[in-house]
């Protein structure tokens, strides 16, 4: 299993970004993805997430209304779409894959709920 985060960059205060998880090795379809940034001197820390289907989706309080997670389980691929960003955003964003059995339940939030990581890739907010 593999998966591969893409898209960080150095962004102005008030810029856009998205970033990109692909995943191979896994029936994409089948796992709930996540987003989670660590910044520096700091605990990793939930981000977002989405169900297996898409349906449904729950993010953290401090990028709620700014970030919008989504998904293409046809290109096993799951986004992270930032807009608004702010300089403490500035992060290693890591997206992580749940095996899950049914599209419903609770969403999972905490790291160690995940089976599989990607290397991150950073996200630099400047002023």
């Known amino acids: 299993v593999q998966l591969q985060a893409s898209g960080g960059g150095l962004v102005q205060a008030g810029d856009s970004l998205t970033v990109s998880c692909a995943a191979s090795?896994?029936?994409?379809?089948?796992?709930?993805m996540g987003w989670f940034r660590q910044a520096p001197g700091k605990e990793r820390e939930f981000v977002a997430t989405?169900?297996?289907?898409?349906?449904?989706?729950a993010y953290a309080d401090s990028v709620k209304g700014r970030f919008t997670i989504s998904r293409d389980n046809a290109k096993n691929t799951a986004y992270l779409q930032m807009n608004s960003l702010k300089i403490e955003d500035t992060a290693v964003y890591f997206c992580?894959?749940?095996?899950?059995?049914?599209?419903?339940?609770?969403?999972?939030?905490?790291?160690?709920?995940?089976?599989?990581w990607g290397q991150g890739t950073q996200v630099t907010v400047s002023s």
């Open positions: 992580a894959a749940r095996r899950t059995l049914t599209n419903g339940g609770r969403y999972y939030t905490r790291s160690d709920e995940y089976n599989y």
């Open positions: 090795g896994l029936t994409f379809s089948g796992y709930d």
């Open positions: 989405i169900k297996r289907s898409g349906s449904s989706t």
